[in-house]
């Protein structure tokens, strides 16, 4: 079964440190993309980062970044310099023929 | 301002009531989908189409119908089959089936 999974149900961090939130995922595919996508208390998904399968280079949007490990099956997300706004569900999803979701890891960030 | 639209954003039915959904794009894309989120979980696939005038059943389908007569919508019904329609239903597009998904701001959906 294709399934992703987020191990920290929550996390916290302070405002300016970084964070790292886990993502593993299960696939047989070779051909797919990874996504991390924010929730904030409006409840919009809000794309942050997409990655390529076949692309080895870590994808990075400004503050944030992933670290890729395909033959682990892993995709963290990094956020740098975090801020008030980026208090939000975060979750993590793979893309094959369908968006498959985890369950999401609630992030707070405290001033 | 390209982007998914959806309507209305609070939604109450009552028990026994079919009710209607809107999801409209204006980003060309050819593919939508719907999908539920109930509290504390991820989102789960209701239906999706990659092209006019053709759809597919996704995991919870059960409940639901749909249509797509016009690339730009994608309504959902929800109808009286459905034993448990209170969640917040997020309508999503893509250009195609495995590329990013951009999402609509959701309607949230209370059976009275």
């Known amino acids: 079964a294709q399934t992703v999974t987020q191990s920290q149900p929550e996390m916290s961090v302070q405002e300016a440190e970084t964070v790292t939130l886990s993502c593993t995922y299960d696939?047989?595919?070779?051909?797919?993309?990874l996504f991390w996508y924010k929730q904030p208390p409006s409840r919009q998904m809000i794309l942050v980062i997409r990655q390529e399968a076949y692309k080895q280079q870590n994808a990075t949007e400004n503050r944030f970044s992933v670290n890729f490990q395909k033959a682990a099956k892993s995709f963290s997300l990094k956020i740098s310099d975090s801020q008030l706004g980026d208090t939000a569900m975060y979750f993590c999803a793979y893309n094959t023929d369908k968006l498959i979701f985890g369950t999401g890891t609630r992030l707070q960030v405290f001033p | 301002d390209g982007g998914i639209t959806q309507s209305p954003k609070y939604l109450f039915r009552k028990e026994g009531q079919n009710v209607t959904l809107s999801c409209e794009q204006n980003l060309n894309h050819d593919a939508m989908y719907w999908y539920r989120q109930d509290p504390g979980q991820g989102l789960r696939l209701i239906y999706y189409s990659q092209i006019v005038n053709d759809f597919q059943k996704g995991d919870i389908a059960e409940g639901y119908s749909v249509s797509r007569e016009k690339k730009e919508s994608f309504p959902l019904t929800v109808t009286s089959a459905q034993k448990n329609p209170t969640a917040f239903y997020l309508c999503?597009?893509?250009?195609?089936?495995?590329?990013?998904?951009?999402f609509g701001p959701g309607t949230r959906l209370t059976v009275l």
């Open positions: 696939t047989s595919e070779n051909n797919y993309y």
């Open positions: 999503a597009s893509s250009i195609w089936g495995k590329d990013t998904q951009y």
